[in-house]
């Protein structure tokens, strides 16, 4: 109940008892709390003119890192006897050091610096208000104002660093790169043997073809090797990432953004699409300023189950035909025939999948009935990854209890071998 009202309240009942009764005792234990109210309402400001500024000590930082809030709040307006103000801070963020709150007195025309640390996990963050509750010393009555500022945080996922990773798709660019273009030139590995033709460097001489064949002179001929268009799919869907309270969608951000910035480093056009509540397209680009767009659109995502499509999908006018394809999830049976298409499209493909079996059983008790159940499902899953290994697509099962570098340097560095039949 409001102190104030409460106060008044008490001064009216004694009043109307000591009249009612024409007692005069009663009516004088009023006069004390009349002059208490009086002097509390009169103290009390009419108005309050506050301003708030707030500068960062950086505005995009790495999970993990902390960073330095500093707030200085002016008083325009009459002397204010007591201020508390407090710093809104979304959901996500935390105070690691120092205090979000103040209780001072501001004099006319004075001010109040403070600083404090936030750290928080992956995301997007609005630093946007102040909350200010001024009053007097007795404590009767609050006036609250909320203090506009302008503040936002950036905090991105973890970026891996990878040696490489061996994608072999049917088209590429026209500039060079690392990606293996199937065609004669310039390059490191062997490709083919031709005519010598003028100009050609004398090591390049096949001296044994060239003996075989006394008339002509043979050069080698190397594979040239160019940039390639690189189409990375996050998968945000509910249904595959999260398992009661806990979700694996952090270590698919966490692949993700590790494959993003190799392939840029590399020298490829990369473009990131996002599957979740909705499809969210990062166009594609080069370099760090694309590596930079990329993990600004990382830190904002988050799971969620789209309206329109009940099953992964994939809009194939975003990416060029027979371009290199990333899928970073942890699947579901019912994404076969979708991957199963692109594949027969002539996309080439390469799925990065966390292992949501061992992810979730990590969560639970190890009960016979459990361990039963995870049997059955992990045989389900096997069936499902040795479908799509045998229709030609590249699949890495990824444990999520070992470090992704671990996984990569055993399973994305080496040139991929298709089974037997199947076209590239």
Request: positive net charge.
């Amino acid at each position: 109940m409001n102190r104030t009202f409460f106060l008044a309240f008490l001064v009216f009942l004694l009043l109307f008892v000591g009249l009612a009764t024409i007692r005069p005792s009663i009516v004088a234990l009023a006069l004390p709390l009349v002059l208490y109210l009086l002097a509390g309402l009169w103290r009390l400001p009419e108005q309050v003119h506050l301003r708030a500024e707030r500068s960062l000590s950086a505005e995009r930082v790495k999970t993990g890192d902390d960073v330095t809030v500093t707030l200085i709040v002016s008083n325009s307006g009459s002397a204010l006897e007591e201020v508390l103000l407090e710093d809104q801070i979304p959901q996500g963020l935390e105070v690691a050091d120092g205090s979000a709150w103040r209780l001072v007195a501001l004099p006319a025309g004075g001010s109040v610096t403070w600083t404090y640390t936030l750290r928080g996990r992956r995301g997007y963050y609005g630093l946007k208000k102040v909350h200010a509750t001024a009053g007097e010393h007795l404590g009767l009555a609050r006036l609250e104002q909320d203090l506009p500022t302008d503040g936002q945080l950036f905090i991105l996922p973890p970026v891996l660093r990878l040696r490489r990773v061996s994608i072999q798709p049917r088209r590429t660019r026209i500039f060079s790169g690392t990606i293996p273009a199937r065609q004669g030139g310039s390059g490191v590995e062997f490709f083919d043997v031709r005519e010598y033709q003028q100009g050609d460097s004398p090591r390049w001489i096949n001296w044994r073809a060239t003996a075989r064949h006394p008339q002509n002179v043979f050069s080698n001929q190397f594979e040239q090797e160019r940039a390639a268009d690189v189409g990375l799919i996050l998968d945000g869907r509910h249904r595959t990432n999260d398992f009661g309270e806990r979700s694996i969608f952090e270590n698919s951000v966490l692949a993700a953004a590790a494959l993003a910035d190799t392939f840029l480093n590399a020298g490829n056009r990369v473009g990131l699409l996002f599957y979740g509540r909705q499809i969210t397209w990062t166009m594609p680009g080069y370099g760090k300023m694309q590596s930079e767009r990329i993990l600004h659109d990382l830190s904002r995502l988050e799971p969620g189950d789209s309206q329109n499509f009940s099953e992964l999908y994939v809009p194939r006018h975003l990416f060029p035909s027979r371009s290199q394809l990333v899928l970073v999830s942890p699947l579901i049976s019912e994404d076969y025939d979708v991957l199963a298409a692109l594949r027969m499209s002539g996309y080439h493909l390469l799925v990065v999948s966390p292992d949501p079996v061992s992810f979730e059983a990590d969560g639970l008790a190890e009960t016979r009935a459990n361990l039963l159940a995870r049997r059955i499902v992990q045989l389900q899953r096997a069936v499902l990854l040795r479908c799509l290994r045998g229709a030609g697509i590249h699949i890495v099962n990824w444990d999520t209890s070992q470090p992704f570098e671990k996984i990569a340097k055993r399973e994305l560095e080496q040139r991929m071998v298709l089974p037997r039949g199947v076209l590239r």
